[in-house]
């Protein structure tokens, strides 16, 4: 695994301490995940240990199912983790995302994203597995059916940590982003796209 050495001098131990800094890396260093999806493609930094990754998605699909009078909702599969304990430490995520390429959205759907070790089922919220790693965050109302999405891992402050500590040394975990949309009458299950990056940072804690 590359990493860069950096030496600086400690005048409490009369020596120098070494510090090992994340570099980017690819698919062929142990422990780095792999991006899922031909429309999908990563950029990795790390150093064994911590890691920051960074998606880029290309008009990835989103397939909508119809929950009547309660919601419409959403996910794609886009991050394989290796298998370990996993500290996930936030993610930001920054694009856009559009419905309505089949079935039938208003104009000026809203609603909210989050990501999770499991793709959206039902329900009005994205909860539990659904959004383990980013709790939903809202979507502001679209335009022409184009929302912009600028969300950011927000911990309710003093009660909980923004980090989620995740099981996956018997299964490896998945990450899925995922979409809700608030309900309206017009709207049916249908087909939409999210371009745009997410990135999120993230550590290897063990394997057993």
Same mark, same amino acid.
């Given at each position: 695994?590359? *990493?860069?050495?950096?030496?600086? #001098?400690?005048? =409490?131990?009369?020596?120098?301490?070494?510090?090992?800094?994340?570099? *980017? $890396?690819?698919?062929?260093?142990?422990?780095?995940? !792999?991006? +899922?999806?031909?429309?999908?493609? !990563?950029?990795?930094?790390?150093?064994?240990?911590?890691? *920051?990754?960074?998606?880029? $998605?290309?008009?990835?699909?989103?397939?909508?199912?119809?929950?009547?009078?309660?919601?419409? +909702?959403?996910?794609?599969?886009? +991050?394989?983790?290796?298998?370990?304990?996993?500290?996930?430490?936030?993610?930001?995520?920054?694009? &856009?995302? %559009?419905?309505?390429?089949?079935?039938?959205? %208003? @104009?000026?759907? @809203?609603?909210?994203?989050?990501?999770? %070790?499991? %793709?959206?089922?039902?329900?009005?919220?994205?909860?539990?597995?659904?959004?383990?790693?980013?709790?939903?965050?809202?979507?502001?109302?679209?335009?022409?059916?184009?929302?912009?999405? =600028?969300?950011?891992?927000? &911990?309710?402050?003093?009660?909980?940590?923004?980090? *989620? #500590?995740?099981?996956?040394?018997?299964?490896?975990?998945?990450?899925?982003?995922?979409?809700?949309?608030? =309900?309206?009458?017009?709207?049916?299950?249908?087909?939409?796209?999210?371009?745009?990056?997410?990135?999120?940072?993230?550590?290897?804690?063990?394997?057993?």
């Amino acid at each position: 695994m590359p *990493r860069i050495d950096h030496q600086l #001098w400690n005048p =409490d131990i009369k020596g120098t301490a070494t510090f090992h800094y994340p570099v *980017r $890396c690819d698919d062929s260093n142990a422990g780095v995940g !792999a991006k +899922y999806g031909a429309t999908v493609s !990563a950029v990795e930094y790390g150093n064994g240990v911590v890691f *920051r990754t960074v998606l880029t $998605c290309t008009a990835t699909p989103i397939t909508i199912a119809d929950d009547a009078s309660v919601a419409q +909702y959403g996910g794609v599969k886009i +991050y394989d983790f290796p298998t370990g304990l996993l500290l996930a430490k936030g993610a930001v995520i920054d694009g &856009a995302v %559009t419905l309505g390429v089949t079935g039938t959205i %208003t @104009a000026t759907w @809203a609603g909210g994203v989050a990501l999770g %070790t499991a %793709t959206a089922t039902t329900g009005a919220t994205l909860t539990g597995t659904e959004a383990n790693i980013m709790p939903e965050v809202d979507v502001a109302a679209a335009t022409a059916k184009v929302a912009t999405v =600028d969300a950011v891992s927000v &911990a309710t402050a003093l009660t909980e940590s923004g980090a *989620r #500590w995740l099981d996956g040394t018997g299964t490896a975990i998945d990450l899925y982003l995922n979409l809700v949309v608030d =309900d309206s009458a017009t709207h049916t299950a249908g087909t939409g796209t999210f371009t745009g990056t997410v990135s999120f940072n993230w550590e290897l804690i063990g394997t057993l």
